[in-house]
């Protein structure tokens, strides 16, 4: 069934013009003026913004993590990340050392294929990188689509990931076309620091910034970025929090490498005395790496205005205050790191970036969508409004205000980190392929409509039809 | 009259993909998939990208200097403009201390009028800043839309403004909503390092670059930077050469400040030895920044990539060598700075830019259009592939392989600085509001049937028809 | 008549080590344990250091300056720098532009020769530098023995020297063996704003900070440094005060250039709040460069200690506060700048440098004493406790506790800038050329008893007697 | 007994003067012009400097590697180290993981004790820090006056320590009053590229300095740096040799971190190109880290002038070409690394950094001498020619030719690295604590005469005689 967009001004990473939208088949066939309706559903978009629905390249949904499970699964996490104008999330699937890749991936598959309202797609997390792994990858980019690969440098025991791998991952996603993602923190050093602090009654959530400061974000990203480099590898450094961090990326990028960074509207909106609240509410905005100071987010603006960070992610990872948050009462370091974020990852955005003349509008859409796609993939299936794309698209009201709360988010958890914040704009109807998931802001969607994407290799582009570009 | 282009692949500052264009009344009014032909001309673009046309931000047409006159005037330069893929030339209309600015103004009007076979618009230069030029200036901007403004750091006793001057620019230029731009040379040392080398016989064309190192390049760039943060002004430095002045705007940009650069072809291209060249060939090769040592290639080009530099100039200013460069036999300080770039400027970015690997496709668009549009107030109507927008188009092979030569190029001069060079790539037609000015290789346009653009204020929009964005 | 100093703790620049002071002839001769004391007079240092007398490097000494004339002349200043530890002054002879220069340091001779209790030189201020003074240049190094040269880049038509000048100044002292000093502000932007600050009706003394922005001294004195690197030439900074500039020395240094960089008492201990001090009490602390904000206090420590910033002056120009800073009520810019800081410069070096940790005592020494006089031709004569060196001595007692005040203080004004401050660590006794001048904390010198001293050129040294090094 | 040197030119880190000095009961007792000979044999040092014998911070002598011994023991090592000029060494003393401290420290007591001409120290190894290794450290430093301890970052699975590992000692080292030394390279990547090399079959000399790139050297250096600022600690990183390391090391000192950087011989003179000498002669070469290109050499002279290095140290390591090197045919990982360099450290900083204009003659003697003293507890027993001090004296010919070679030089092995260099500057005569051990260029020393020094803390002096100093 066609869909004919009337009278909306459409904004892509480049361009702002006035024009109608015609959708047939779940993609956009023409873009003009005075399109002929015929057949087609009329939606009115007039006094709205039509852009590319946002990509979130960094979730956490139905997640285990110390002893508890990430509280949004696919269900809610897409339906609120719909609301909020996303319409492709990227997931993280966790592997174990010694368990087969696919393994993982299955599991991975099983959570999300029933319950999703919107297309999705996973990171492959690597823990080691031993002949055994190496030979099971090809299989993974090939057959699975998944091109990406997440490296931990911290959680000492669990996740963290030595030098070695790190290097290894790097030389290996060269050959074989993935793109290295990192979380970046010297897990050694707060390992240290964390025992040292419990060991000192410093149990506190303000303790859990204390411990992770700045300075081992800035070392292990700056770390992460050399090895890329003397790799001649690709690498994306997850939730940059912090000015030494930007500054490490900076670098790298000014030597040529080939070095990206995301950051979180948390590190953006929320800062370290959050984490003082009382009543043990710092709990709520426990994140690795933690919030900072506040002047650092001046930085992360500037970065995100000067291209030194390229992408926003969410970093979805929600835990109800009562009973999950709670664990971490005496012992911060039991709190789960984390939190609801997915809704309001598009907003803040732009109320905060755009509305404010931090950033223009279509850096907004190359932020929150355009540049993630052509990173991860996607491109030009998914991140853009041009013609042959997949019609994932968001009328957004640029002038809507609203008042953020759990009251009424669309999220599972029992807090939203941003509780009382007004932010003006929000998305009116939101397509996914073609299709209204949200209409005259109305979840309209239905779980496991959504598809899984199998994405093209770094810098391969991910055509929706079998077109040849001249070269 | 209407014009279907069919079957291309539409590149802009964001996207690529297929689809046709239809052109009605000089502008886009619709892309898609099997638009309707109905009473249009079909072009065929198979197998050709098509992308905004060119916009050159930098020409000196006809430009008195040095008691002579550039060769190409606003007929040979936009015919040559064109061969390359260029639609749009923004040229500096010098003045005189004392003079009124509108005499000026009206001098350039008439040496473009009859013959400019592309649109075009003008820079003001600055050269000094009283109560007198300060009470003309509203009426430059708002009649004649003139939003840029050039002051020199160089050229002592001829343009050169002090900083004081300078800097009452940068703070008019926030007041009035126009762009500064500045020609980052210290001429101070220049002025001494020139006698001091002309008094000890040192006349050759080598010369020319040991009495402006890149020290004093990267020096005034600073300066400047510096200048402009502090007004809280906008800044777009002109013809950068030299990794110095690169790491002065990346610091700038890094500290927030509103900074732009451009470079051009022949830095990208050329470097300091060409100046060597015996029998005073060398002479072909002066410009102001001259070439530099190679290295600093590299670094220019990762600076396009990494957006710390944002667009591409030509800096045109022709001269024949005979008869004109050799007025500086003897005495490299009267050889007339310049070269002819404007043909070439948007081929090399291709063939060395996107077809090596150093910026992408979409890169490419922006450095040489679109951003110069958004910068000097000519966007939406000019810079990108969108509906509403000017006609402008370049279909463009990206097999055509030809060679650079004076004997087959377009400009009025009678040497090529890139004689011989190979590049891939090659305009094959050129539309100017949906007409051709370039048809299968063949100028088929007509001198004067360019229009003079009334350009919009700094970080406005120049709409086609009259709109209203959502905000 | 000869002295031996005993049981007193050494220090230099880079020992520290107890043993007796032998002092024969106005000079050193020996150092050692249980010297032989026959026909000395003895001289107890129990629980003392021994350093050689301070060097003030920056003083105007009865200077004119906006129609009023420095309260402490050669009598007064010297006298209160002996109380403070100081042995040697070096005082700025002002020229004007077309006078000879003999006229104006024979202007200087006259003022000092009968009233200076301490030994003392001048550099001499550069205004132009064209043949005429070029052929003096010669003769005031190799008769006058003034080998330094101070260029203002601020003071617009007062005393601002163009970037020529700057630079013919550099190339010059380069060949004749002289350091070049600046005055690092750009003067023509400090021009603007102060006009335009009055214009607004701002008028009270914060202006005078608002007015010369830390922005606009960074950019001078990387302008300078860069000069100085392209001429190959020596620099040094006066009063540095800022981050913005101690980075730019600190990157000039980095490329090998030989840049030096001086600050000051006040930039160490005050800022730029004290000039919103009220009853027009914020004019006591006018200085330019101006006061800055206070977190620039620990980049100007650090840069002491790293070895960015090598030198302490005072800059001392005082003014009373009633009739003279009062010039300025209504009008910030007639305030007087400058203030009386001769005399604690060494306490609070100490007090705050080496008791607070942030410097060694080693360093102390070389920052007030030794490397100045290395820099500016004293050494060997003057700058060390060192066999052959001129008896210029400060028996200081490290635990003698003081408070700073106007009314015990010895320079001639009626304020002191420091009114109140507590400093650990006082000079007991004072001799230069092994005469006391302070004695028991009296005053025992005469006026008139101080030489001038003709200094070495750069990077020469001053032998106090006829010695042949090795090489 | 009594000695006198005299008609010397004294140089110490600060000062050049003529006076003679008295040495009684091993110490200077007395310096001074005419001091009375009566008693002392009389040692003229006419044309010559006397300047305090070198330390030499780093030193491996016979020490196992790799399956092999170094050649040089403390009897051969330390009477090449005297003909050079050196009067102290400070050896690294190897531990095991689960082996006792003080059984590696006896082993290295008893390895010394009987063969040292000279006095020497020991720095410790620490290749882990449990709460085993924690108990013993206090007694490490109190009573054997062992207070620098060395981690390494490189040879995996062999000495490499974690970041823990290095987090932990400089905690304990800033707690216990240590110096913490790092060997900073990234051994995980440096062991990838090294199987991996191997494996395709580049086994050559070259292939060493391939395989450990001067990324991962700033890499490590960065690290640690960033480490030690977040542990307030204090770090001396070893052999540097790129300027990668450089600018670590300087971004850390500006940031107020209390790090230092030492470099040695080889980095300042030897390149990467020599380990490409044919018939495996570029094993002779092999240091870890590897000589680097050429321009690094620059770098490190203008760090040693600008005092972003300190000190320098040999690296003495030395293994005969013929049966150790050789060791490596056919796989350059089992090349043991190091060359012999004790004697030659102090000449080679001499003649290519005095006589040609590099540093100045004090900074010589701070650079080889009074820094490291200063560094590692040592002053001022040792590193200065004052009153009290140790009479360790080098009588040095400052225009003495000679040409170093393996047929002349004093060390064991069978080659030079610096094998047909002419340097210009030379020790006469050698005295450790008032003895001859070199007397008019022969060895007159005793093996076992050498003292071993117990060191004092960090930051505190280890006074010869009991003194109180004022504070
Ligand atoms: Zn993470
Ligand atoms: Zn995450
Ligand atoms: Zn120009
Ligand atoms: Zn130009
Ligand atoms: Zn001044
Ligand atoms: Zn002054
Ligand atoms: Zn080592
Ligand atoms: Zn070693």
Redesign the interface.
Known sequence: MKKLIKNG??V????????DI?IEDERI????????AQGAEVVDAK???VFPGGIDPHTHLEMPFGGTVSKDDFETGTIAAAFGGTTTVIDFCLTSKGEPLQNAIDIWHKKSKDKSVLDYSFHLMISELNEDVLHQLPKVINEEGITSFKVFMAY?NVFQA???TL??TL?TAKELGGLVMVHAE?G??I??LVKEALENGKTDPIYHALTR?P??E??AT??AA??T??AKSQLYVVHVSCAEAVQKI?EA??K?YDVWGETCPQYLMLDQSYLERPDFEGAKYVWSPPLREKWNQ?VLW?AL????LQTLGSDQCSFDFKGQKELGRGDFSKIPNGGPMIEDRVSILFSEGV?KGRITL?QFV?IMS?RIAKLFGLY?KKG?V????DADLVIF???AERTISAKTHHMAVDYNAFEGMKVTGEAVSVLSRGEFVIRDKQFVGKPGSGNYIKRAKYNE?LSSID?K???
């Open positions: 001004t459409i892509t990473a480049s361009d702002t013009y006035m024009a015609l066939s023409a873009i003009g003026k005075n399109l002929d006094g709205c913004y000492k030595d030098d070695e290097f290894r030389i010297n050694d050093v390992d240290y400061p300075e081992i800035g070392e700056g770390r050399q090895l480099g003397l900076a990028r000014n040529g001046d500037n205005k000067n291209g030194q509305l279509n190359d355009t030009p853009t041009a013609v042959g794309a009201d640029p002038t582009t077109e570009l001249p070269i």
